[in-house]
Nanobody, 125 residues
């Protein structure tokens, strides 16, 4: 089992920045990939960023490629999402997720085995 706890969400004006954190505990040695998924108003999970837990290979959605940065601190068992130039359309509950199998399609929700409880990001215009 892997437990994930997100933090760092909040209210920010358009153009501002936030850094989300996701602390992992439990069988962290089994983590292969980590991802961040905002939940859309209809309930579906979108994809914004993913990273290989060891090695740092990253993948981003085109809509955030020049604004968001995903990174890990393996000593702290934590993954971060630095979000710059935030826009109102970035408003969502952001979830981090862990893949312990090593699946290839990192942009797909079904790739991930464990999920955090989410952290709210609200961007005002």
């Amino acid at each position: 089992q892997v437990q994930l706890v997100e933090s760092g969400g909040g209210l920010v004006q358009a153009g501002g920045s936030l850094r989300l954190s996701c602390a992992a505990s439990g069988r962290t040695f089994s983590i292969v990939n980590m991802g961040w998924f905002p939940q859309l108003p209809g309930g579906a999970h979108d994809f914004v960023a993913a990273i290989r837990w060891f090695g740092g290979i990253t993948d981003y959605a085109d809509s955030v490629k020049d604004r968001f940065t995903i990174s890990t601190d393996n000593a702290k068992n934590t993954v971060y999402l630095q979000m710059n130039s935030l826009q109102p359309e970035d408003t969502a509950v952001y979830y981090c997720a862990a893949d312990v199998v090593g699946r290839r399609r990192l942009t797909f929700r079904d790739t991930y085995d464990y999920w955090g409880q989410g952290t709210q990001v609200t961007v005002s215009s």
